[in-house]
């Protein structure tokens, strides 16, 4: 049984562009959680998932938006990078508000 | 802001239990108190939770105070690959999922 996966594991963009990162949940889960991690900081909840809906919100500006597909699987969507947006982003999926399971997570950097 | 406190460093020998504290002094009645922790850059993996009950499972014991104001993280017998940060949050579960707030956790550092 696959966890939680993500794609890509890396990647580059340069300030201005636009990135979208996808998630996977583990299998038989329905929600999908966001979270981005700063170097040397712990996650910061960006965005949940539920029903193909955003069911909550943490303190991020609307540049970052997402999406739910049928399938449950998810994308995390950045307009305009900003040099400060780099950072391990974090896909999490759960069955409802049973226990929570993190994939290894999108390094993006932005030059 | 994370409703945990923790150290933000211990130190524990290879083989020893290592004990990790966590203070949530403002618990309520509905939360679970849940522990992950991260190695070097990876995902947080999810090690053990637990509601009032201690809980122990293949990895690690949860011992919760009778208050539940406080509770701590025993790994039985701790290795090299055991070295982490690991993070105390406290969530209520929903409908639809948790939100999980993370702190600062503690860096855990396991030493020959």
């Known amino acids: 049984d696959a966890g939680v996966t993500q794609s890509p594991t890396h990647l580059i963009k340069t300030r201005g562009q636009q990135v979208t990162l996808r998630c996977s949940p583990k299998?038989?889960?329905?929600?999908v959680s966001w979270y981005q991690q700063a170097l040397g900081q712990g996650p910061q909840f960006i965005f949940q998932?539920?029903?193909?809906?955003?069911?909550q919100r943490g303190n991020f500006p609307d540049r970052f938006s997402g999406h739910q597909f049928p399938n449950y699987s998810s994308e995390l969507n950045v307009n305009a990078l900003l040099l400060g947006d780099s950072a391990l982003y974090l896909c999490?999926?759960?069955?409802?508000?049973?226990?929570?399971?993190f994939g290894q997570g999108t390094r993006l950097t932005v030059v | 802001d994370a409703k945990t406190t923790q150290p933000p460093s211990m130190d524990c020998a290879e083989g020893r239990a290592a004990n990790l504290p966590c203070n949530h002094s403002?618990?309520?009645?509905?939360?679970?108190v849940y522990w992950y922790r991260q190695i070097h850059s990876q995902g947080p993996q999810y090690i053990i939770h637990?509601?009032?009950n201690n809980e122990t499972n293949e990895m690690a014991s949860l011992i919760i105070t009778e208050d539940r104001k406080s509770s701590t993280l025993i790994l039985p017998h701790a290795t090299l690959r055991d070295t982490a940060v690991y993070y105390c949050?406290?969530?209520?579960?929903?409908?639809?999922?948790?939100?999980?707030?993370f702190g600062a956790g503690t860096i855990l550092r396991v030493k020959s």
């Open positions: 637990g509601l009032k």
């Open positions: 999490a999926s759960s069955l409802g508000g049973q226990t929570m399971f």
């Open positions: 998932y539920y029903e193909e809906e955003e069911r």
């Open positions: 299998s038989g889960h329905d929600t």
């Open positions: 403002t618990i309520s009645g509905n939360e679970y």
């Open positions: 949050i406290v969530s209520a579960g929903r409908e639809y999922g948790n939100k999980l707030v």
